[in-house]
């Protein structure tokens, strides 16, 4: 018979072996890496490095000097005092490089151990492996940090653009200066232009917190930085109060400054000044490059929108000037050819009563005549400038009383008004008018009708040449009446 078949039992399993102890420093060190690499803001991740590094090795002091700390604009030495009651030492017990984007950015630093215990060589290890997830957290916060500032000043740049090019600034300059002191966190924000003496003039100025006396400083011919900014090129200034190559009057209010031209299609509109307060940090490479965009972009704002102003202005005169050719051409033409014909026929005529109704006619034409005449004039005259003949500031007084009354006023003109009325008896006359006008405003109930005639022809009885203001309106009773005022010339 064949044998019989057994199974071998297995062997038994060897005894389970105990459970690894847990490492004192695997957990300190995750949450010192999780904490340093969750934190964006560059000042918060460096405050987590130093405060990590001293919990992970129970050091009583952790130190950060930075390599170059005007770089990102942080203070030259960084320090964390786990215990005060014990002075810093100045002898450090491990030094550590941190290394960001293949560039030693700082040392970290610590001294002495907690409770009387000195550091290790595993303190040694944890810290390089802490400093190099340090130097991989600090590079992502300075890309964050850096590309945050980009986007603060695209926007600002497309804020200012579309302010210039829609036309919603009045004040194009000044536009400019303020935005960019925003974005720059600047004390102030300026703009210079060169003098004809060929210094250069702050111009605009945006400064909430300064006196006021900073438009109207310049800096004198000669001054060694004109040489850069009348040639385009950007100023970066340390100390604005103790910078020799400053000269005005207000530098020693400020400190760190960057003076930016712009600067479009070779043309140089003048020079963009951002000063900090004296004692504020100074300004980083990062922020250096983008104010330098900033001016850039607004220079070619600026030039775009004086462009389309200048079209504006041009599409305006033209339009004036069309108008007012076709009412000398068609209108004052073809009136004075009637009033002509109806004269003929008023020395004509026989009965009293066609020649009172023709003189009428005549002098309705002629009144008809002047008003379109002084149309004409009105529409030749530059938009949106004071106007600086006596024509002119007497049709911008009756402009400004045809908004409250609802109406123009009529406006007749006799003689040569510009030429033979001097200046001291025009501003007498503009303020007569001016007065005339707001009671005429004020009436109740409101008139319907004023005219207003000025008379270089018409001499004094005395024989004297004169000029006659006289101004009427249609109120009737106690209300109605006008003002007659004349003065020799």
Do not use: C
Request: proline share 9%; hydrophobic share 40%; aromatic share 2%.
């Amino acid at each position: 018979m064949p044998p019989e078949h057994t199974e071998t039992p297995p062997p038994p399993a060897p005894p389970a072996s105990p459970p690894l102890p847990p490492s004192p420093f695997l957990s300190p060190l995750l949450d010192t890496v999780l904490g340093v690499g969750a934190d964006l803001d560059l000042a918060g991740t460096l405050r987590h490095i130093e405060t990590g590094a001293a919990e992970v090795t129970g050091a009583r002091h952790a130190r950060l000097d930075l390599t170059d700390p005007a770089r990102d604009g942080l203070p030259d030495v960084r320090a964390t005092v786990l215990d005060p009651t014990t002075p810093d030492p100045t002898a450090p017990a491990l030094d550590v490089p941190i290394h960001v984007d293949g560039r030693l950015f700082a040392r970290l630093r610590l001294t002495g151990g907690t409770d009387d215990r000195a550091l290790t060589p595993t303190d040694t290890e944890l810290l390089r492996l802490l400093a190099a997830q340090a130097g991989i957290a600090i590079g992502n916060a300075r890309r964050y940090t850096a590309a945050r500032h980009r986007e603060r000043w695209i926007e600002g740049s497309a804020a200012v653009t579309t302010a210039l090019l829609t036309g919603a600034s009045a004040d194009a300059l000044r536009t400019v200066a303020e935005q960019a002191r925003v974005l720059a966190d600047a004390a102030a924000g300026v703009i210079l232009q060169a003098t004809a003496e060929g210094g250069m003039e702050i111009v605009v100025a945006s400064a909430p917190a300064d006196p006021g006396d900073i438009v109207g400083a310049t800096i004198e011919p000669g001054s060694p930085v004109l040489v850069q900014l009348l040639g385009g090129e950007p100023v970066f200034i340390d100390d604005s109060a103790t910078d020799p190559r400053m000269t005005t009057h207000v530098r020693h209010r400020f400190g760190p400054s960057m003076m930016l031209p712009l600067q479009a299609g070779g043309r140089l509109i003048g020079t963009l000044a951002l000063p900090r307060a004296r004692g504020e940090r100074p300004y980083t490479d990062v922020e250096r490059l983008l104010a330098v965009q900033f001016a850039s972009q607004a220079a070619l704002a600026l030039v775009l929108a004086d462009t389309r102003h200048r079209q504006e202005r041009l599409a305006v005169y033209e339009d004036r000037d069309r108008i007012a050719r076709d009412l000398h051409d068609l209108v004052v033409q073809r009136l004075f050819a009637t009033a002509m014909m109806l004269e003929s026929v008023q020395r004509r005529a026989s009965a009293t009563a066609v020649h009172d109704t023709l003189g009428r006619a005549v002098d309705e034409l002629h009144a008809t005549i002047q008003e379109v005449r002084t149309t004409i004039y009105a529409l030749q005259q530059p938009p949106a400038e004071a106007p600086t003949t006596l024509r002119g500031k007497v049709l911008r007084e009756t402009a400004t009383a045809a908004a409250l009354l609802g109406f123009p006023p009529s406006v007749r003109f006799t003689g040569p008004i510009d030429s033979r009325v001097p200046a001291s008896v025009a501003a007498q006359l503009l303020t007569v008018l001016h007065r005339a006008l707001t009671t005429a405003t004020t009436r109740h109930p409101p008139l319907t009708r004023v005219e207003i005639s000025l008379d270089t022809t018409t001499p004094l009885p005395d024989g004297r040449e004169a000029v006659h203001l006289t101004v009427r309106d249609d109120g009737d009773g106690a209300r109605g009446g006008g003002t007659d005022w004349q003065s020799p010339l």
